[in-house]
């Protein structure tokens, strides 16, 4: 792997849930990583209310939802799902919601995934492992 590739590779999947088998990676499990990591965000917000002294006028407003993706070795990462639809199983509000990916690819047409999975995420090994486990 070339230099480039590697930081297409490396880089690129920034705001992305990934697996090794993107078949893994449905919907209803990338909603329920986002929806975990938004109650511990909530959490968050919670204490920096309650500390004003200590965080002053700040108070995150925006919460990052991620989306599944696979890599294509022609296109590099390419989206599995539509934002809103995560979003939406997520049950995460519009108004607080922000996609980490602008300019990222359409889903791929008839990529049906499987059930179950688990990612390779460092932030779910971490702060949410243990609370939500794979088929």
């Keep these: 792997m070339s230099e480039v590739e590697f930081e297409r590779w490396e880089n690129g999947q920034s705001g992305y849930v990934t697996h090794s088998d993107p078949s ?3 919907a209803e499990f990338v909603a329920t990583f986002n929806r ?3 109650e ?3 959490q968050q917000v919670q204490i920096m209310l309650r500390q004003p002294d200590k965080y002053a006028d700040y108070t995150p407003k925006h919460f990052p939802v991620y989306v599944g993706a696979c890599y294509d070795k022609s296109e590099g990462w390419v989206r599995l799902h539509e934002f809103e ?4 199983l997520a049950g995460i ?3 607080i919601a922000i996609t980490q990916r602008l300019f990222n690819k359409r889903p791929q047409s008839g990529y049906v995934p499987a059930v179950g999975g688990w990612t390779g995420n460092r ?3 971490g702060s949410l492992a243990g609370q939500f486990k794979p088929d």
């Design 85 to 88: 639809v995560i979003r939406t």
């Design 36 to 38: 975990l990591r938004f």
């Design 93 to 95: 509000p519009e108004h």
């Design 123 to 125: 932030y779910i090994q």
């Design 24 to 26: 893994k990676l449905t």
């Design 40 to 42: 511990e965000w909530q």
